[in-house]
């Protein structure tokens, strides 16, 4: 998963994906605001479109920001209205194919920190209804309401699709009252909510949790937990500041920053950056060549791209300099290697 705005993970540090973030500054330029300036001042000129990390700190900041700009708190609910179930990526492919409610939450709940960690997801029984339930993984403080809104709306929307039109005999569970905004959030869930709970999530009929989907699809569902599996287990992997670098290397589309630059984006000064790199085994210029080798080999075994357009993408300024490079790492130039791999 690629990350823009990187820096060292801690405890205080958020990682969301790039397309939930952008939704945020869409929702306020739809009020008129030029949110140029505003993206600068909160470090986040530029959003990838994989994920991002950002201090805690100025998350809070931005919804704060956000729900001001929107005039009230209900930021969260227009957010959460954009995001379809095409907007969680694997997920959201696995979610569609899923055979039942219940798989859909399971699946959730198991990988739902591939998208966030602010929230956990479980489901449970209680009487004849199946709940949702929605744990919050963080203290979210002030923003409480618009990120609960936002993820729970999400949520919904998921399991509007997978009903396909069919109508959701659900409620919604929140632990408020919105004064301000009410019938807009009534309007936006077009579901029964009841206030003021000790829970936050949605509720369905227990009967309707194990009732067969008409999306389902099986290999489909199966090939896209794999999928998931890997990305969980490369994200819990990626604890290391050259992984995220890889990764901010990988989310230029071969066009590689300079050192400068790239410890601008973690928050560290070139020579940190570097020292850095040096006490985990590595420095910028092998994660450079790492990843070239990475992308040559994709690319070459792909056959999208002749070898002078690949030399050029992988920012060579002449193919000879790649063609020594390629066989340097494979042992072959890269025309022997298209022929072995044939």
């Known amino acids: 998963m690629a990350k823009s705005g990187l820096k060292e993970k801690t405890t205080d540090d958020i990682t969301l994906p790039g397309f939930y973030v952008s939704q945020i500054f869409e929702v306020v330029a739809g009020f ?7 993206q600068a001042q909160l470090g986040l000129s530029h959003i990838s479109e994989d994920s991002v990390t950002m201090p805690w700190d ?6 704060q920001q956000a729900e001001h700009y929107a005039g009230d708190q209900a930021v969260g609910l227009l957010v959460g209205q954009r995001l379809a179930v095409n907007a969680h990526g694997i997920l959201g492919f696995a979610a569609m194919n899923s055979g039942s409610i219940r798989q859909v939450v399971e699946l959730v709940a ?18 004849d209804q199946y709940r949702i339930v929605f744990q919050e993984q963080r203290d979210l403080g002030v923003i409480r309401a618009s990120v609960l809104e936002a ?20 409620r919604i569970a929140l632990p408020y009252f919105p004064h301000t905004y009410a019938d807009l959030l009534l309007g936006l869930f077009q579901l029964p ?23 389902a699809n099986n290999a489909s569902f199966r090939e896209a937990i794999e999928i998931c599996q890997k990305e969980l287990e490369a994200l819990e992997n990626q604890g290391t500041l050259a992984a995220q670098i890889q990764q901010l290397l990988l989310s230029g589309h071969h066009s590689f920053p300079t050192l400068e630059v790239a410890a601008q984006s973690v928050y560290m ?51 000879a300099n790649f ?18 791999s044939k």
């Open 32 to 38: 008129g605001i030029n949110t140029t300036e505003w």
């Open 58 to 63: 100025t998350f809070i900041l931005l919804v």
């Open 110 to 127: 198991r990988f739902m920190p591939l998208r966030t960690d602010l929230i956990h997801i479980n489901g449970e029984q209680q009487g």
């Open 151 to 170: 993820i729970v709306l999400a949520i919904k929307n998921i399991l509007d699709f997978i009903c396909m039109g069919a109508v959701l005999q659900a």
């Open 193 to 215: 909510v009841d206030f003021n709970q000790d829970w936050v999530g949605i509720s369905v009929p227990l009967s309707v949790v194990d009732q067969p989907l008409k999306m």
């Open 269 to 319: 000064t070139p020579r940190t950056l570097h020292r850095r790199l040096q006490e985990e085994g590595t420095s910028y210029k092998k994660l450079i060549e790492d990843i070239r080798h990475r992308l040559a080999l994709q690319h070459l075994k792909k056959g999208d791209l002749t070898i002078q357009q690949l030399a050029y993408a992988l920012g060579y300024s002449d193919v």
């Open 323 to 340: 063609r020594r490079a390629f066989k340097r790492w494979q042992g072959v130039p890269p025309a022997e290697y298209i022929q072995r």
